[in-house]
Structure formats: C-alpha cells, structure tokens
C-alpha cells in the first residue's frame, strides 16, 4: 500500500470516481462539501485524467466504474465511490465502505428471452454471459447448477439474442433495454446503489479521511443540513 504512504508525506488526498451516471449524481454531493474539480473536469475535449479541485488537499481521479474500487484498495486513491455489485464481486478486504450514499440505484438481474420457458430451477449447467463471473457463479452454484461463464463487458443483451448464452447477468434500471430485446427478468440477484469507499490504512492514518467521512455521512443521513 505504498501509495497511501507516500501521499502522507504531502496531506493530499485523492479522490476516485467513476464515470457515468453516478459520477452526475456524486457531484453535487461533493460541491455541498467544498469539493468541486477544475473546469477541465467538465471539458469534453479534455483528456486529463486527474484533476485539482476548489480544496487544495484534494484531487480527483476519473476512472472506470469496476476501477474505482481498485484504486482505492491498492492505496492509489484514500476514498472513493462504488456501487454495492462492484464489492461484492472483488470482495477486497483493504476496503471499508461506511456509508449508502442513497444514489445510483438499480438491481441485478438475471434475464432470458421471453419465449425461453424452461425452468432454470430444473437445469444443472448453463452458459450466462455476464461481466460478474464471480456473483453470478455464486449465484447459480447456491441453486445447486454449474454456471459456464462468458465474460463480456458490454451489449450484454446480444448474448441470447446471437445465441452466445442463454441468460445474462447484468444491471437492470428500467427493464426497458431488457425488453426491446426480448428478455425478460427472472431473479434479482442484489439491490443496487452507490457507497463512499474507503482504504482502511489511510482512514486510520490520514488526517483528512474521517472528516471527509463523517461530513458526507451527516449530508446523507441529514440531506438538508449544510456541510461545514
């Protein structure tokens, strides 16, 4: 955890969030806490990756969703944003995540085409392309069935659909993309929804953390008091 060490050295903290939707709803989360990146954060031309924000001892890293989560285990970020499916599928040991953030919220879900009227509860194999390999193997393997894994990392629905698998794992918001592909959703595996991240040596050792925590914490437990 070398990246947590020699930050010290400097009290900065760095911050990692993950693009997309969570990324929009965290933003005005942080503003309310003082912290709001440099313009270029919000360039489309821009192709910087780490950004200065309005507090001097924070900078903010943009990363991939499934990424945040390694950042912030391995040292290279002290706090950070991730969705629940995201820790349960790495399960990492060197994170602490105290607290729901309340946004970012969905389910996943298991899906088949709809004309597909097999029990899966009668099956002891079958093929589900998923970019959860480790849920979705626990998953099937507590129904008693042998689950063959095929790792994609988007356009999820296509799997049933170019017969690659015959189900797939992913997150479900609306069901509308599951639906205009002709899946339907037959188990809900988790709830969904984003939590505040945290490296467990640097929220022992690092002088900015447990502020930083326990502002969000009182922020979303107490959404209309002004942070500090």
Same mark, same amino acid.
């Given at each position: 955890?070398?990246?947590?060490? #020699? ?18 709803? #965290? *933003? ?5 806490? +003082?912290?709001?990146? /440099? ?14 924000? @309005? ?9 991939? @969703? ?28 060197? *994170? ?7 946004? +970012? ?8 085409? #709809? ?31 042998? #689950? ?22 992913? *997150? ?12 339907? /959703? ?31 914490? @009182? ?10």
């Amino acid at each position: 955890m070398g990246g947590v060490s #020699a930050r010290l050295m400097t009290k900065s903290l760095t911050l990692a969030l993950p693009k997309g939707r969570i990324l929009k709803e #965290a *933003l005005p989360l942080l503003a309310r806490l +003082g912290i709001v990146p /440099e313009p270029d954060f919000s360039d489309e031309n821009s192709r910087k990756l780490m950004f200065a924000t @309005s507090r001097d001892d924070v900078r903010i890293i943009r990363v991939r @969703s499934f990424d945040a989560a390694t950042f912030v285990a391995f040292g290279a970020a002290e706090i950070g944003i991730a969705g629940n499916d995201v820790l349960m599928e790495f399960g990492f040991t060197e *994170l602490y995540a105290p607290v729901d953030l309340g946004i +970012g919220h969905c389910r996943l879900s298991v899906a088949q085409p #709809a004309a597909l009227q097999e029990d899966i509860r009668t099956l002891s194999h079958v093929r589900v392309a998923t970019k959860y390999p480790g849920i979705t193997r626990r998953h099937f393997a507590g129904l008693g069935i042998q #689950a063959e894994i095929i790792k994609l990392n988007g356009a999820m629905e296509l799997a049933p659909l170019c017969g690659l698998a015959s189900r797939i794992v992913d *997150l479900v918001s609306t069901g509308k993309t599951l639906a205009e592909n002709g899946l339907v /959703e037959t188990e809900v595996i988790a709830q969904v929804s984003s939590r505040l991240i945290v490296n467990r040596a640097a929220f022992k050792t690092h002088p900015a953390v447990v502020p930083i925590v326990d502002a969000i914490r @009182s922020l979303v437990e107490k959404p209309n008091a002004i942070a500090a």
